[in-house]
T-cell receptor, first 111, second 113 residues
Framework: GENVEQHPSTLSVQEGDSAVIKCTYS??????FPWYKQELGKRPQLIIDIRSNVGEKKDQRIAVTLNKTAKHFSLHITETQPEDSAVYFC??????????FGKGTSLLVTP | EAGVTQFPSHSVIEKGQTVTLRCDPISGHDNLYWYRRVMGKEIKFLLH????????ESGMPNNRFLAERTGGTYSTLKVQPAELEDSGVYFCASSQSGVGELFFGEGSRLTVL
């Protein structure tokens, strides 16, 4: 089955700096790549997603890039704020239904 | 609009006992999913319902796990008998048709002693 590797497992940045989380996937048929954010004690929530026919997508301070040839995709958060502190999960799927998640990145933004 | 709700939020049981987790999806969402996160590991897919039918149950670990969605509304996930390795957070999610956002519940934390 699909294997999704996510790095780093923990990331600490100062407020205002950028944060980058990287994921690689193994199934070349994967065509949908969402990112979920889970704040402590809360439910995972979709923050951005990208489909395989697009190389980059941006939403305010958040952007995702996809390199299909290398089979990796990345989450970029600019001008980080303390409320960005959370666990971030990348995922991929070739079916649209059964998401394959990475192990998560715990991001800490210090004031 | 109410989100996906799960019950109980936390359950502590002894090895060999039975536990039933419940999920109420967002009204009108035909697709319902169960996922599980074992401590420190990735969130793993368990199964997918479309209305009351099991569309994909390839992620179910073994026959101690039974999921149902009678009437195509809420779903239950029963673990019987529970083993130590079943401990983790069980997430339910729902979605409308097609590829897109999954709406997750807050999860049911299961601790098997």
């Amino acid at each position: 089955g699909e294997n999704v590797e996510q790095h780093p497992s923990t990331l600490s940045v100062q407020e205002g700096d950028s944060a980058v989380i990287k994921c690689t996937y193994s199934d070349s048929a994967s065509n949908y790549f969402p990112w979920y954010k889970q704040e402590l004690g809360k439910r995972p929530q979709l923050i951005i997603d990208i489909r395989s026919n697009v190389g980059e997508k941006k939403d305010q301070r958040i952007a995702v890039t996809l390199n299909k040839t290398a089979k990796h995709f990345s989450l970029h958060i600019t001008e980080t704020q303390p409320e960005d502190s959370a666990v971030y999960f990348c995922a991929s799927t070739n079916s649209g239904y059964a998401l394959n998640f990475g192990k998560g990145t715990s991001l800490l933004v210090t004031p | 609009e109410a989100g996906v709700t799960q019950f109980p939020s936390h359950s502590v049981i002894e090895k060999g006992q039975t536990v039933t987790l419940r999920c109420d999806p967002i009204s009108g969402h035909d697709n319902l999913y169960w996922y599980r996160r074992v401590m420190g590991k990735e969130i793993k897919f368990l199964l997918h319902f479309v209305k009351e039918s099991k569309q994909d149950e390839s992620g179910m670990p073994n026959n101690r796990f039974l999921a149902e969605r009678t009437g195509g509304t809420y779903s239950t996930l029963k673990v019987q008998p529970a083993e130590l390795e079943d401990s983790g957070v069980y997430f339910c999610a729902s979605s409308q048709s097609g590829v897109g956002e999954l709406f997750f519940g807050e999860g049911s934390r299961l601790t098997v002693l």
